[in-house]
């Protein structure tokens, strides 16, 4: 018998899942169940970091000293208020992290103010949003077709505030918003803001043009940086705030290989007022002060060794999508160069979806996700497979080792050898992958 109840909205075999595994933990003695999260963390490890090749762009390794400050005990202190005047006392050393990560963060990011306390990307982009708009407003958001996130559309963040969400018109050609029907949806539904960036990025987005057009009707731009904050940071990409981003929200655990955590970015000192109302005393208040250890020491990578590793992840990106493709695998766009960034997708309408290649992929030890594209849908399923290079590029593959590997995906999307030969010879590639790098 389960402590869960169960939940009839949720899709059934995840919920049986659910209540399978509730189900043994709640017959199980304490101590078994210690030991089987112990042993499950265990296969995590192995599963990351010793079995499988991980192209999820949605992740990456963190750095180990950053890693270890997250269990450092700084997390369990409560730290409500400004640094220098703290509400509970015995907060010296800890205030004095938190401006360390910040200053970072803006030296990094080339802002002028760094929200740190905001607990996840998602929660970034709501704050982005209360900042510009009130329930009832209108935002325009690129849509799902060009890697929009769910967070600025009705399911998501923007549309649980109360805000309606337009989406964006495409670009199909450049994955991106098609800039002059952008102007005239603007001008019709003067909206509070318009984002752009999402959770594939291909080639740069017209964020100047954007900014021109945001100005004509009062909105504030919002640069949606999830994915892109390790090549931003590296200078591998645009610089959206020098481009015309009023703000810029992110992720930090993906390609910037920081703590699962969140981050604010501008250099408008009202927009910082208004962010900074929202934190404290609105929604933060208290939050984990260990994060922002962990993203100080994973910032301090970027000072280091960020341009080189921006430009290996698109060097090595590039390297992939072309020896796939010559290996006769659609990769989405390859008659305009397939990426720019660490990013870049296949079609994935002959194997079934995205999803149905990333279930085939990861039985041969391969990670990856699907993603949409502006191509005709794939019933039950996404239309595009999703790829990227932080995690593998870390760990010290390069363009020259893209051929192997692109024969190993190919082989586990087309079936032509077994798949459990194939994960065999995965984890023997992988193998010889043990070290990180562009770390201090």
């Not at 987005?205 to 009062?218: C, F, K, N, Q, T």
Request: aromatic content about 6%; hydrophobic content about 45%.
């Amino acid at each position: 018998m389960t402590a869960l109840g169960r939940r009839d909205w949720v899709p059934q075999a995840s919920e049986d899942y659910v209540l399978r595994v509730a189900g043994e933990t709640a017959s199980q003695p304490l101590d078994a169940i210690a030991a089987r999260i112990d042993a499950l963390a265990a296969e995590n490890r192995a599963i990351h970091e010793r079995d499988c090749v991980n192209l999820n762009p949605a992740t990456n390794v963190m750095n180990p000293k950053a890693e270890a400050l997250l269990s450092a005990g700084i997390g369990a202190r409560p730290s409500l208020g400004y640094p220098g005047d703290k509400y509970e006392m015995g907060l010296e050393a800890i205030e004095q992290i938190e401006i360390i990560a910040a200053e970072l963060a803006a030296e990094v990011f080339g802002a002028r103010y760094a929200e740190i306390r905001v607990p996840s990307g998602a929660i970034a982009n709501l704050y982005a949003f209360m900042v510009a708009a009130k329930a009832g407003d209108c935002i325009i958001a690129p849509p799902g077709e060009i890697g929009g996130h769910v967070t600025h559309h009705g399911a998501g963040a923007a549309g649980l505030y109360g805000i309606a969400t337009h989406p964006a018109p495409i670009d199909p050609v450049n994955y991106t918003v098609d800039v002059e029907k952008l102007r005239a949806d603007a001008l019709r539904l003067r909206p509070k803001l318009i984002s752009i960036g999402g959770s594939l990025n291909l080639f740069p987005h017209p964020i100047r043009e954007i900014r021109a057009i945001a100005d004509e009707v009062g909105a504030l731009v919002l640069f949606d940086a999830a994915h892109m904050s390790g090549m931003i940071a590296g200078h591998g990409w645009q610089q959206p705030l020098e481009e015309g981003a009023h703000l810029m929200t992110m992720s930090t655990y993906k390609s910037l290989g920081g703590p699962p955590s969140g981050l604010i970015l501008t250099n408008d000192a009202e927009i910082a007022k208004r962010l900074d109302a929202i934190a404290y005393p609105g929604l933060t208040a208290n939050f984990d002060a260990a994060k922002s250890a962990s993203l100080a020491v994973s910032l301090l990578d970027w000072k280091a060794h960020g341009r080189a590793y921006a430009q290996e992840m698109a060097r090595t990106a590039k390297a992939l999508a072309e020896a796939l493709s010559e290996r006769q695998v659609p990769v989405f766009a390859r008659d305009r160069g397939m990426t720019t960034s660490h990013q870049f997708a296949i079609e994935a309408a002959s194997y079934g979806g995205g999803q149905a290649a990333a279930k085939a992929l990861r039985a041969v030890n391969i990670l990856s996700c699907g993603i949409g594209l502006p191509l005709p849908a794939v019933a039950g399923d996404v239309n595009g497979l999703r790829l990227g290079t932080p995690e593998i590029v870390r760990f010290g593959m390069t363009a020259a080792d893209m051929p192997e590997l692109a024969g190993y995906i190919a082989e586990g999307l087309n079936g032509s050898r077994p798949a459990q030969a194939v994960a065999k010879d995965v984890t023997a590639f992988r193998g010889r992958f043990r070290n990180l790098h562009f770390m201090r």
